[in-house]
């Protein structure tokens, strides 16, 4: 069973870096049949796409936040990770990696999410 | 891009009731088309993918169905583990892009 697990700073301080891993268990991040992504939920609302890679490097970002963002694999350590530059009070939000399915583009499983706070 | 309107963004409902929510896309998307529930302080759970697929270990009472522009998660008897908020979600194959709905929240009438 699939399991993934994020880490990383629960506090940023606004114009900081966020960056986050994504930790995959009993799956092999090197896959032809799945992408690796991250998803967030700012409090009290709905969810926003943010990144996907593939265990290649390919990747795909959300055009909103395209010019802030990088999404990379480390296939050694079968994890994946998240870097959101310059993040602000809005960048506030619980972040959530999960497992895309290929064959139909859906989220399979996810990981239990981390609160990421931005404040000084 | 494609934009995706959900509704309703809140519904009331008792037990037993069938509860249908829909969601549009302003462009084909063919089915790739995915519903999810949650529940306050949990990740999201696949309910249904490619449309209409049931994922495996979901109840029978949730059903997907439509193609193209428009899709509607159905469930047929509301159960009270059903309360919840509900969001579909969207793949651009052209642009490789997921776009979430905006969620429905089925809250105890």
């Known amino acids: 069973q699939v399991q993934l697990q994020e880490s990383g700073p629960g506090l940023v301080k606004p114009s900081e870096t966020l960056s986050l891993t994504c930790s995959v268990s009993g799956d092999s991040i090197i896959s032809t049949t799945y992408y690796w992504g991250w998803i967030r939920q700012p409090p009290g609302m709905g969810l926003e796409w943010i990144a996907t890679v593939f265990y290649s490097g390919s990747s795909y970002y959300n055009p909103s936040l395209k010019s802030r963002l990088s999404i990379s694999v480390d296939t050694s350590r079968n994890q994946f990770s998240l870097r959101l530059t310059s993040v602000t009070a809005a960048d506030t939000a619980v972040y959530f990696c999960?497992?895309?399915?290929?064959?139909?583009?859906?989220?399979?499983?996810w990981g239990q999410g981390i609160l990421v706070t931005v404040s000084s | 891009d494609i934009q995706m309107t959900q509704s309703p963004s809140t519904l009331s409902a008792s037990v037993g009731d069938r509860v249908t929510i829909t969601c549009r896309a302003n462009q084909s998307i063919s089915s790739w088309l995915a519903w999810y529930q949650q529940k306050p302080g949990k990740a999201p759970k696949l309910l249904i993918y490619?449309?209409?697929t049931l994922e495996s270990g979901v109840p029978a009472r949730f059903s997907g169905s439509g193609s193209g522009t428009g899709f509607t998660l159905t469930i047929s008897s509301l159960q009270p583990d059903d309360f919840a908020t509900y969001y579909c979600q969207l793949y651009d194959i052209y642009f490789g892009t997921w776009t979430f709905g905006r969620g429905t929240k089925v809250e105890m009438k």
């Open positions: 490619k449309a209409s």
């Open positions: 999960g497992r895309v399915d290929r064959r139909a583009y859906y989220f399979d499983h």
